[in-house]
């Protein structure tokens, strides 16, 4: 393709509205244009690189045995309905009557369009296992969109559902998932990590996330440094410290006046944060209950919401805070508390802590569990930090990470389809109930993360499997008959050798030329000018590492064919 011919409407300045490097990056680049809020055109360089993406994921899930169809993005309100997300779903869904005054949405995932179609046809258990996917565009009615591609309304996702007879059966489907998951992320040359993840909304009893590294990332992830173990914050698991060695000491009031914080209370007292065990009180579906953490750790909502088993979380308001500790906020604490408590693993080796005196201006010395106060619970409700011991091996540690979701696998179960009435006859003659899986990559959304995690003060920086082009060809000066010549040679000559190639053959100066090609991120430059030329040489320049290097002419065909291969064959 020749520059001059293309499509590449490339900005010098940083669009106002972007704030994240992808977004400024793709709409400098001509890679996408907004047309409403959360809504955007692919245009010609960012659509290609959508297609690469989606070609893999075609690739890798047709490997593991996943049938590829489509399924409508205008959904029936009865569906949604029968499984009882219409309302629960929230704003998020977006829904609207057609010329018959009958309800409908835009579909944001297809749990229940493809749990119909498969009770429809799928009879017997000869006809299972079965997975089925389809690359499509969906719509979610964010409150917020921002951030470009990254948390846009409509958006372009790989969706798969896998159907079996049993548990066991739909555990095997989900590894196969999961493995090909791996398979996508490390064709696309993304560093990434496969973490254990709550299930949300979407319902399951299990779940894996696929997150790509990057320092922008809104979520935190832990992995292990000697095993394979990963889990987003939300899930990460937190092993029994050990047990102090002490005796409780007697029993102390002391007069806190105006000290509330954490580190007010530990810097009056003399004393670290983990010396310090925090009373947060919430309310699980209308009951108030006190929560433990130990001064240096945060709450995890999520572990705190399975272990109680509740429907709804969340902090109490100040006035229910007074009300049941009969002191303000910041005083709160287990001694003489009347409604249930929840302490922290971390909590349960502790001897002779601080806790609130539930009254103002007063924190307990020398707490300890069992002689002073007696949790109804005690299990891992806090987030993990950095250095904390791996759950699962004895030899490594957390480290802690940014990362951004482009992929989940979830285990259903029978949710849907028991909802649904989605059954099966086995062998016996006996009807069951089908065992889902489901399977999601965010295609537009991957190629932001990937920019996220490759990019410099010039430009987007692509790894070759899913650049817009493999290698682009910059000829100095447009002027001079030999070096265009010699462009078209090479250009010719990639070509037919299967490498992807932008020819810049724009009237323009080298500087300029060279910026552009530095900020629409192609990975190889070859750079023809008279100079080399005349030595019978070329300039390749790689744009990840910022090496450049002097070749024949003669073989920078052979060496550029070389190196998308080994890329893509990565």
Known sequence: ???????????????????????????????????????????????????????????????????????????????????????????????????KDAEFCL?????????????????????????????????????????????????????????????EAADTSYDKMYQAYRRIFQRCGLKFRAVEADTGSIGGSSSHEFMVLADSGEDAIVSCTACEYAANVEKAEARLFPSEHAEPRELEKVETPQKRSVEEVTTFLGIPASSLVKTLLCVADGEPVAALVRGDHDLNEIKLKH?????????????????????????????????????????????????GGNARDLHFKNVNIGRDFTPALIADIRNVVHGDPCPRCEAGHLEMWRGIEVGHVFKLGTKYSESLRATFLDADGKEQVIFMGCYGIGISRTVAACIEQNHD????????????????????????????????????????????????????????????????????????????????????????????????LAEAVETVKGLVVAALNQ
């Open 457 to 552: 003060a010039d430009g987007i920086i692509f790894p070759i499997p899913i650049a817009p082009f493999h290698c682009i060809i910059s000829a100095v000066s447009t002027k001079d008959a030999e070096v265009v010549a010699a462009c078209d040679e090479l250009y010719r000559a990639l070509t037919a050798v299967g490498v992807e190639v932008l020819f810049d053959d724009r009237d323009e100066r080298p500087g300029s030329k060279s910026k552009d090609a530095d900020l629409i991120g192609i990975p190889l430059r070859i750079v023809v000018g008279s100079k080399n030329l005349a030595e019978g040489k070329v300039e390749l320049k790689s744009r990840k590492g910022g090496e450049v290097s002097l070749l024949p």
């Open 107 to 167: 579909g944001p995932t297809h749990e229940e369009v493809i749990t119909d179609l498969v009770r429809r046809e799928v009879k017997s258990y000869r006809q299972l296992p079965l997975n089925l996917y389809q690359v499509q565009s969906k719509f979610r009615d964010e409150i917020r969109p921002r951030f470009g591609l990254m948390r846009g309304r409509e958006f372009i996702m790989k969706d798969a559902y896998s159907f079996d007879v049993s548990s």
């Open 307 to 355: 272990l109680l088993g509740c429907e709804e979380l969340e902090m109490a308001s100040e006035e229910i805070v007074e009300r049941v500790t009969g002191a303000p906020v910041g005083f709160a604490g287990p001694v003489g508390l009347k409604i249930k408590i929840v302490a922290d693993l971390t909590i349960q080796g502790m001897k002779n802590f601080v806790t």
């Open 1 to 99: 393709m020749r520059y001059s011919q293309y499509f590449i409407p490339t900005v010098k300045e940083t669009p106002s509205d972007a704030e994240v490097v992808s977004h400024k990056l793709m709409l400098r680049a001509g890679m996408i244009r907004k047309l409403a809020a959360g809504i955007y055109n692919y245009l010609p360089l960012g659509l290609r690189s959508i297609r690469k993406v989606e070609q893999i994921v075609r690739e890798e899930m047709n490997r593991a045995g996943a049938i590829e169809l489509l399924m409508p993005s205008v959904q029936p309100a009865e569906l949604w309905q029968e499984s009882k997300r219409w309302e629960q779903y929230g704003k998020e869904l977006l829904r609207f009557k057609d010329r």
